[in-house]
């Protein structure tokens, strides 16, 4: 039971830190988020393979001793404008919740997603793309439903 325990109290206390620009270095990263509590951990991520391999994959993860922390850095930190680029900044627990929401519009949805974000313009944050997504998702959906109905309108009429 105890090392489920310490699994929650680290996932609520760890941050994804993403929409990162390619020049901030893992210092400038823990400098950044330091001013808020302890870091215990920091897993700034890299390209391992292809082309951009040794590349830093643009989010990272900063791991506080509380939640506490996590939650005054996430409050202060997200949104805040670094290398001209707004940082998004989550617990990293509504990270993969927000992963796995998406997940569940199918495959459809996810082409959509990479094909959109592929296009769109560097300004747009990550939030706003989502929504924008998502808005696309439940236009699509009503548009299905709108056609399906007068066509089982028209069939219960004949019968």
Known sequence: MDPINSLDDKSESRLYVGN????????????????????????????????KRGEP?????VQFSTKEEAVLAKEK?????????PLVVRLASEKYFMEGAESSFGAGGETSKSNFVAGSSA???????IAA?????????????????????DKLSDS
């Open 57 to 61: 994959r643009g989010y990272a993860f």
């Open 77 to 85: 930190m997200h949104g805040k404008l670094v290398c001209g680029r």
């Open 20 to 51: 990162l620009d390619l020049r901030i270095s893992e210092a400038a990263l823990i400098k950044m988020f330091s001013p808020y509590g302890k870091i215990v951990a920091e897993d700034f991520l890299w390209h391992t393979r292809g082309p």
């Open 133 to 153: 997504i998502k808005n696309k998702l439940k236009a699509m959906e009503e548009e299905n439903q709108n056609s399906k109905r007068p066509k089982t309108a």
């Open 123 to 129: 300004q747009m944050s990550k939030t706003a793309k």
